[in-house]
């Protein structure tokens, strides 16, 4: 599960034609800039959540 959560994030940003486009707008930003910001943050959670996945894992031993 924690792969799954690592590769996420990479197959998204490889993903350009889905993103590459203009609109729509949010708070005046193109829709290209605030989703690339949201998949940072994003990106941020899917690690975090693979680290406690795999330290909870390493615990049990």
């Given at each position: 599960?924690?792969?799954?959560?690592?590769?996420?994030?990479?197959?998204?940003?490889?993903?350009?034609?889905?993103?590459?486009?203009?609109?729509?707008?949010?708070?005046?930003?193109?829709?290209?800039?605030?989703?690339q910001?949201?998949?940072?943050?994003l990106?941020?959670?899917?690690?975090?959540?693979?680290?406690?996945?795999?330290?909870?894992?390493?615990?049990?031993?």
């Amino acid at each position: 599960m924690a792969g799954v959560l690592l590769v996420i994030p990479f197959a998204v940003y490889l993903a350009v034609p889905t993103y590459a486009k203009g609109g729509p707008h949010v708070a005046g930003f193109p829709f290209f800039y605030w989703w690339q910001l949201l998949w940072v943050v994003l990106t941020a959670v899917c690690i975090g959540s693979a680290h406690l996945l795999t330290r909870k894992r390493g615990e049990a031993k």
